[in-house]
């Protein structure tokens, strides 16, 4: 209760004129307050809940709940006091705010969990926001005190960084604001007068006069798609140009025969690319993308006119890229409680602001200005941007027309639908696309049980660019770990060859086309002789079945020698041969004609290292094992391996393994198959074939995943002699392989990776990263190995150093985490508990900065190391 007067005598010692400014501005909404505070009940609080007066549990290390702590006991009870009972949750919000990047969303947990123990009323409600500012600025007050007294104690002027930082945050917040976050934390109505705004609207519909002059209803509209995943666009950044953006929608309305186009409310948008619309310090925070108004696009210079009797509350041009432009706001009441509202008329022309006057009052049906061209309505088509508002919360001349999609609600509750007013038929404005939910759902009520999903709580995908991702919401994601897109996802040129081509002809291989001749040739040039001849497929899974097939024609052995936790497809054939599946959950073991060797991995293997000495000794395994099957009176038909293994952990085999596993394969009657499904096409950067890094010739190379950068294909190349020994009088026919769309995608990929110079970029950018991880594995004691080649890189967790036992836990909960700061990874290897990192090859230098960064962030935080680093 103190708390103001001591503020307010304390503040000459506040050299800081912005500071003491911003104190004394608080002071003012706190002292304007102080009825409402002064009544708040009282009784017996603690009052200095902060971290260091928490008894917490050892953090679980289990999967779904690593690093949970639970609070154990409370210490410290010298501050206890009888005051305001409030005020035992403001100081834990005030500490529990501190250094958060977004302080509401951490308060409004807390808020959660309190109202559900102790009933928060609506007076705490309202108060609880300028309790938290009135601890703050005590905080910062004391210290200022404590600094006279000992000036030379440099704690002190660090420990107020956090206060400082967290008030100036709170001062640009609307107190109104920040008690919807709470209601709606409390599982209440964000802003509470908005149903008796949305009630008087409907009561009046019959009396709104239409905003261009002519009802809605009665024009031949067009409602557009400019949701995230609208086909409308091929790649984001598109209506970054006005003119573009406008001859876009333009011939979508003369398609539909419409005159005027209609832009959904509460619509997720990418359009919003000024900083202006930035949540957060860098490209992969949240940005506000959820429309609250309107769009009514018609000619330049078209009438708009007042739907209601208002007042004029604000006129003003808005210039900044991508405002608004000229804006116009007016002020209404409803006719029952006479409860204030507002409407807002965005991108208009400057000629609209001339005779618009605040306080002047408007009469329905009065012209009020004219539609903008794109030269003065802030870079957008001629449109007006229709807005509702129930409260102008700190707003003045100016309203925000787009929201975070994590604040989706409660600015939707602050701006209710505005075709209230614009009266547009309900049915034509319906969402294209389903909800998130409502996906999930039928999901699992039409989809097979085992199609497993990524992350605890999974994204729905509906966008892709090049290296990054994009939900339903706008959120954008660096994509790091999926290794089909290998050029970029929906790279524009990809897309072309094979709308192009689809346009034309699709069919089989049984006429004659020059696309897979032209392909085949293109393809068996990156080989080396005598790899030559072309067997073309749909997937990676099909290349490696047809494999097989033509090593027991070329040798008419039975027996399969592979690597233990290898992964080769998910066709009966090869999950006989793959023993991360047969041996996993749901497996049935080995066949008798699959033979594993040690997987060659140089951290947690029998042989420990890269050298030769090493690789040679896990070949000698393949050795024993091709010896036992003659002596047992069979034949090797093959030893196949992924050049680098994928779903083993991302290994990088010991120099010499393949030379001289080859060799006994080779010696026992088998041909080398390498399965190059996930590295191929320059992903390892120094080379273009993951088994060129092992200097070998395989008698058959299986391609897949990357080959058409998403389109379905896959292509088996080997030697003629064998191509012969297949041609044995059945046929081989594959309905859909080698088709001239799946042949043109795969060339456009090729084109790309050359023209790109994607490969070089897979070398320098991996290298990089690779240095930088290395410096972080010696800071954290967790991460014992970092491994890769170019763009496939494996980072290793483990619970002991020494002993080098699997981490599952943290390796999944820091693909979480990192999930949730704006990045895709997933986890890989036997145990779980390596993250892989493949991301599409044209991750640049600046994405690898920016992964570090954040990837380092995630690391020194606590629940992930409690010891730091």
Same mark, same amino acid.
């Given at each position: 209760e103190n708390g103001p007067g001591l503020i307010r005598s304390a503040l000459n010692l506040f050299d800081d004129e912005e500071d003491?400014?911003?104190?004394?501005?608080?002071?003012?909404?706190?002292?304007?307050?102080?009825?409402? &505070?002064? /009544?708040?009940?009282?009784?017996?609080?603690?009052?200095?809940? /902060?971290?260091?007066?928490? &008894?917490? +549990?050892?953090?679980?290390?289990?999967?779904l709940t690593f690093g949970k702590r639970n609070i154990a006991g409370i210490i410290d009870f010298g501050d206890l006091v009888h005051t305001w009972r409030l005020n035992e949750l403001a100081v834990v919000l005030a500490y529990a705010m501190l250094d958060k990047k977004n302080p509401l969303p951490a308060a409004a947990k807390i808020v959660e969990g309190y109202h559900s123990v102790r009933p928060l009323d609506e007076s705490e409600l309202e108060a609880l926001y300028y309790l938290v500012i009135l601890r703050l600025m005590m905080s910062v007050t004391i210290s200022a005190v404590q600094k006279k007294m000992r000036p030379d104690d440099d704690y002190l002027t660090i420990s107020e960084k956090g206060a400082w930082a967290l008030l100036n945050k709170l001062s640009d917040c609307s107190p109104r604001f920040v008690q919807a976050v709470f209601r709606r934390a409390c599982g209440q109505t964000p802003c509470p007068h908005t149903k008796e705004v949305c009630a008087h609207l409907r009561s009046i519909q019959k009396d709104i006069f239409p905003v261009l002059g002519r009802p809605l209803n009665e024009m031949p509209l067009c409602v557009f798609d400019l949701s995230v995943g609208s086909p409308l666009f091929s790649r984001p950044g598109q209506t970054d140009d006005p003119d573009l953006f406008g001859r876009i929608l333009k011939l979508q309305m003369e398609e539909s025969g419409a005159c005027i186009g209609i832009g959904r409310y509460n619509e997720a948008r990418l359009?919003? =690319?000024?900083?202006?619309? +930035?949540?957060?310090?860098?490209?992969?925070?949240?940005?506000? =993308?959820?429309?609250?108004?309107?769009?009514?696009?018609?000619?330049?210079g078209t009438a708009v006119y007042a739907p209601l009797d208002g007042t004029v509350l604000s006129a003003a041009d808005l210039d900044r890229p991508l405002d608004y432009g000229p804006t116009l706001i007016l002020r209404h009441v409803t006719s029952r409680g006479k409860t204030p509202f507002f409407t807002l008329y965005g991108h208009l022309n400057r000629g609209?602001?001339?005779?618009?006057e605040p306080g002047a009052p408007v009469k329905k049906g009065e012209k009020i200005a004219e539609l903008g061209d794109s030269t003065e309505n802030g870079g957008w088509p001629p449109h007006l941007h229709f807005q509702v508002m129930t409260d102008m919360l700190h707003f003045r001349e100016d309203f925000q027309g787009v929201a975070p999609a994590s604040e989706r609600d409660i600015w939707l509750s602050f701006c209710p639908d505005p075709n209230l007013i614009l009266l547009v038929p309900e049915d034509r404005l319906k969402p294209v696309e389903l909800e998130r939910e409502e996906v999930l759902r039928r999901r699992k009520s039409r989809l097979?049980? +085992?199609? +497993?999903?990524?992350?605890?709580?999974?994204?729905?995908?509906?966008?892709?660019?090049m290296q990054y991702m994009y939900t339903e919401t706008g959120r954008r994601y660096l994509d790091a770990v999926n290794n089909v897109p290998q050029v970029g996802h929906s790279h524009p040129r990809v897309a072309a060859a094979v709308q192009k081509q689809q346009a034309v002809l699709n069919t089989n291989t049984r006429y004659l086309h020059d696309r897979i001749v032209e392909y085949a040739e293109r393809l068996t040039q990156m080989l080396p002789e005598p790899l030559s001849v072309c067997f073309f497929v749909n997937s990676g899974s099909e290349a490696n079945d047809l494999a097989l097939r033509l090593a027991e024609s070329a040798t008419g052995g039975t027996e399969t020698i592979v690597l233990d936790a290898a992964y080769h497809g998910n066709l009966s054939s090869l999950v006989a041969i793959s023993p991360y599946k047969f041996n996993g959950p749901g497996g049935k073991g080995k066949p008798s004609s699959t033979h594993i060797i040690p997987m060659p991995d140089p951290?947690?293997?029998?042989?420990?290292?890269?050298?030769?000495?090493?690789?040679?000794?896990?070949?000698?395994?393949?050795?024993?094992?091709?010896? /036992?099957?003659?002596? =047992?009176?069979?034949?090797?038909?093959?030893?196949i391996a992924e050049s680098l293994m994928g779903c083993g952990g991302q290994i990088v085999f010991p120099s010499s393994f393949l030379d001289e596993a080859y060799k006994w394969v080779r010696k026992a009657g088998g041909v080398c198959i390498a399965d190059e499904v996930q590295i191929g096409f320059g992903r390892v950067g120094t080379h273009f074939w993951g088994f060129e890094t092992q200097n070998v010739m395989p008698d058959i190379v299986t391609l897949g995943k990357p080959i058409g950068n998403g389109f379905p294909l896959g292509a088996v190349i080997t030697t003629r002699a064998i191509a012969e020994t297949f041609a044995g009088g059945m046929e081989y026919f594959n309905t859909f392989g080698g088709n001239p769309?799946?042949?043109?995608?795969?060339?456009?990929?090729?084109? &790309?990776?050359?023209?790109?110079?994607?490969?070089? /970029?897979?070398h320098r950018v991996g290298e990089f990263l690779i240095k930088e991880l290395k410096v972080i594995q010696q800071e954290c004691l967790f991460l014992a190995d970092v491994r890769g080649m170019g763009l496939f890189l494996g980072l290793e967790f483990v619970t002991d150093p020494e002993k080098r036992i699997p981490d599952a836990a943290r390796a999944g909960y820091l693909v979480e985490r990192m999930k949730e700061e704006g990045i895709l990874l997933s986890t890989d290897g036997p145990d779980h508990n390596v993250v892989k990192f493949k991301p599409p090859l044209v991750f640049s230098k600046e994405n690898a900065d920016l992964f570090l960064n954040i990837l380092t962030a995630v690391l020194k935080e606590e629940v992930f190391d409690p010891d730091g680093f």
């Open positions: 003491r400014a911003l104190l004394m501005r608080l002071l003012e909404r706190i002292e304007s307050e102080k009825d409402r &505070i002064f /009544n708040l009940p009282k009784g017996l609080i603690h009052n200095d809940g /902060n971290d260091y007066n928490l &008894i917490v +549990s050892l953090p679980e290390k289990t999967d359009m919003y =690319t000024s900083p202006v619309f +930035s949540t957060g310090d860098n490209e992969l925070d949240e940005s506000r =993308t959820i429309h609250l108004g309107m769009d009514v696009f018609k000619e330049a609209s602001l001339d005779h618009l097979g049980p +085992s199609l +497993s999903l990524s992350y605890r709580s999974p994204l729905k995908m509906v966008r892709g660019f951290y947690r293997g029998e042989y420990k290292g890269y050298g030769a000495a090493s690789g040679r000794r896990y070949a000698d395994h393949l050795r024993a094992v091709a010896e /036992n099957i003659g002596a =047992t009176g069979k034949k090797v038909k093959a030893f769309v799946s042949c043109a995608a795969g060339m456009a990929v090729l084109d &790309i990776l050359r023209d790109e110079q994607l490969q070089d /970029n897979a």
